[in-house]
């Protein structure tokens, strides 16, 4: 058993990186293993770190825990480390089970001197007391939804209101508002987020429909899977009679013809059927190279709505809600500070605020200004004024296909002079640079050849929405790159 988690910890090392290894799982244990039964009890040493861990971690403990104590459906449960101020009777928290958080403002509910088997009793913990819910509906169909994303816990912003308000609209209205919606926008903005809590809305009014949430990777590897076992038929049927289809990261659907042509069946079922479909990518349907274009088309029928990075004022608001929930006292200078750092995603804006929070609970320190500015000294966040020219004029060429020397040239070919007043606009908008000095950059151009090209990629940037959208696409690579 010890050398299984042994080998656990050397693998997340190598997929996750040492950090988190270091900050989530170096005091965790494998407290108990029934291969009878296929439960896994895992002991940490608090519930702040059991909810991180269950929230972003889950999926790959299941993955490797099971193919390391031979397991074919392991379960997986928790218990926090004992310490003398434990005052509640000892048991574990079902991982899968977490599905309702009764606020701290409530009061729990009496806790009975028994342990009736498979039940999960109010637990105490710095963060609330959990408990499973009341309900008794049980959907025909195993959802994969993630319980913590809900229309709740979502931040709303100029950035994000349009998906939102959609996300919001389906969820009331299936098969009918917007089919399909199309949900799309960097890594990291919130698109699983509304998927997720369209998948717990409807589940939570409707507990009878069949919800099916998918990566577009498990719904690859599930069909090549059918394929080889001669089940393709059975593979159909199982998406064809689900009430809402949520379909997430859906490029990595380019290139795969067969996987096309089966999603192509069973979009038009389930379209006929005026069942909902909600699909999410990196970006707008018609920019998804090696995809089918009819398939491209149906993705436009109904709505197309983006997600952009967040503002300051809603990356606080997110800072302070993220807060809320795990019961970090975040004070708002330390929330400024932390999202005028981070400027790539809301993940790791999160991830900011979670590593913060776990250094203040596992040293007994108040959250402080200086505390987050040693904790995110190298955080490896690109400022503004620490952006090279270099990178965007490399990141733009990669995206359309030219040589950084073609951009660096004379050359006055239409295609080639718009790519670089792209670079131009990108250049200006994310490094601090004068304009004579981002002219000088790319071939000895002057400060109003320059201001020029900005103002073209300006109107060009309102008019279109795909080409604004491409921009957003290429400005997003070179923050996180």
């Known amino acids: 058993m010890l050398i299984a988690w042994e080998e656990f910890l050397k693998i997340i090392k190598e997929e996750a990186g040492a950090q988190v290894v270091e900050t989530w799982f170096k005091a965790v244990i494998l407290h108990d293993w029934n291969s009878a039964t296929q439960t896994a009890i895992l002991q940490a040493p608090n519930q702040f770190v059991i909810s991180w861990i269950q ?65 999960t009793l109010p637990v105490k913990s710095g963060y609330g007391y959990i408990t499973p819910s009341s309900k008794k509906h049980k959907p025909k169909e195993e959802s994969q939804l993630n319980q913590l994303y809900t229309f709740d816990t979502f931040i709303v912003g100029p950035s994000n209101s349009l998906a939102h308000a959609a996300a919001s609209a389906v969820s009331k209205n299936l098969g009918k508002s917007y089919n399909p919606l199309f949900i799309y926008g960097g890594t990291g903005l919130g698109k699983t987020h509304l998927m997720h809590a369209i998948g717990n809305e409807v589940k939570k009014n409707h507990p009878d429909l069949i919800i099916k949430y998918e990566t577009s990777d498990h719904f690859i590897n599930e069909f090549i899977n059918c394929i080889r076992f001669d089940k393709n038929e059975q593979f159909r049927n199982k998406y064809q009679k689900v009430d809402l289809l949520l379909l997430d990261d859906i490029q990595f659907l380019s290139n795969k013809e067969q996987t096309q042509e089966t999603f192509f069946h069973i979009f038009n079922t389930l379209y006929e059927k005026q069942k909902q479909i909600i699909l999410s990518s990196d970006t707008f349907p018609k920019e998804i190279t090696g995809l089918q274009s009819r398939l491209k088309s149906r993705m436009e029928w109904g709505l197309v709505a983006d997600i ?84 965007v004029l490399k990141v733009v060429a990669k995206h359309y296909n030219v040589s950084v020397n073609d951009l660096r040239s004379k050359k006055r070919q239409k295609d080639i002079a718009q790519v670089r007043q792209v670079a131009c606009f990108l250049m200006k908008k994310l490094t601090s640079s004068s304009l004579q000095s981002i002219g000088s950059f790319i071939g000895g151009r002057d400060h109003s050849t320059v201001t020029h090209a900005i103002t073209k990629i300006e109107s060009l940037h309102k008019a279109d929405m795909v080409f604004a959208q491409k921009i957003k696409m290429i400005e997003q690579e070179i923050l996180v790159n």
């Open 55 to 119: 929230e972003h971690y889950l999926e790959l403990l299941k993955k490797h825990l099971s193919r390391l104590l031979n397991a074919h459906a392991i379960k997986i449960y928790f218990i926090n480390t004992p310490t003398q101020q434990d005052l509640v009777p000892k048991t574990f928290i079902p991982a899968s089970s977490i599905n309702h958080v009764i606020p701290l403002t409530q009061s729990p509910a009496p806790i009975k001197e028994h342990n009736p088997p498979q039940t």
């Open 308 to 391: 952009q990075l967040p503002d300051l004022e809603t990356k606080i608001a997110i800072l302070d809600k993220k807060a809320h929930m795990t019961s970090i006292n975040l004070p708002n200078d330390v929330a400024h500070f932390i999202a005028s750092r981070v400027i790539s995603n809301i993940r790791e804006l999160e991830g900011a605020l979670i590593r913060i929070g776990a250094f203040s609970s596992l040293t007994n320190q108040p959250i402080t200004l200086e505390m987050a500015r040693r904790v995110l000294l190298n955080l490896n966040e690109k400022k503004k004024e620490a952006i090279p020219l270099e990178n």
